[in-house]
């Protein structure tokens, strides 16, 4: 069986959902969220309940800007998990956020070449609803 975006399943599922749904329910209404220490206003990326500057468990989901830069990538021809193998290739990237993570998605809407998709090429954010619960935030040229 294959989704509406042409994903075989079954697909990785997020871990930790509970601390993470803010971040998936915002993704599923197309808007990105990032979690930041209330006590000392760091963003962090990866999700992690714990602040990696102070140590604070105050944290808290704030929207970002979507925009971000291309910090690097690569261009997928044999996927590491089966339910993406149709559609490679594609381009798996770090994008640098204007907030200051780092987060790993694609970049879409280009050719997954290195003639289209550069490093430090401007990207801003765009979302696919890869099944009716699931939404990736993915990257496009800005
Ligand atoms: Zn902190």
Redesign the pocket.
Request: glycine share 0%; charged share 0%; with cysteine.
């Given at each position: 069986m294959t989704t509406s975006a042409g994903y075989r399943k079954p697909l990785p599922y997020p871990e930790n959902r509970e601390f993470t749904k803010p971040f998936w329910d915002a993704a599923k209404r197309h808007e990105l969220v990032l979690p930041r220490?209330k006590?000392?206003a760091?963003y962090h990326f990866y999700p992690r309940e714990t602040?990696p500057?102070?140590f604070?468990l105050d944290i808290e989901w704030v929207p970002a800007s979507g925009r971000g830069r291309v910090y690097a990538f690569t261009i997928v021809h044999q996927a590491a998990h089966p339910a993406f193998q149709e559609e490679t290739p594609y381009v798996h990237a770090v994008i640098q956020l204007d907030e200051g993570v780092r987060m790993i998605s694609n970049v879409v809407g280009c050719a997954p070449t290195p003639e289209e998709v550069k490093v430090d090429m401007p990207v801003v954010v765009t979302f696919d609803d890869v099944t009716p619960e699931w939404t990736l935030p993915k990257f496009r040229p800005a």
């Open positions: 220490c006590q000392c760091m602040c500057n102070c604070s």
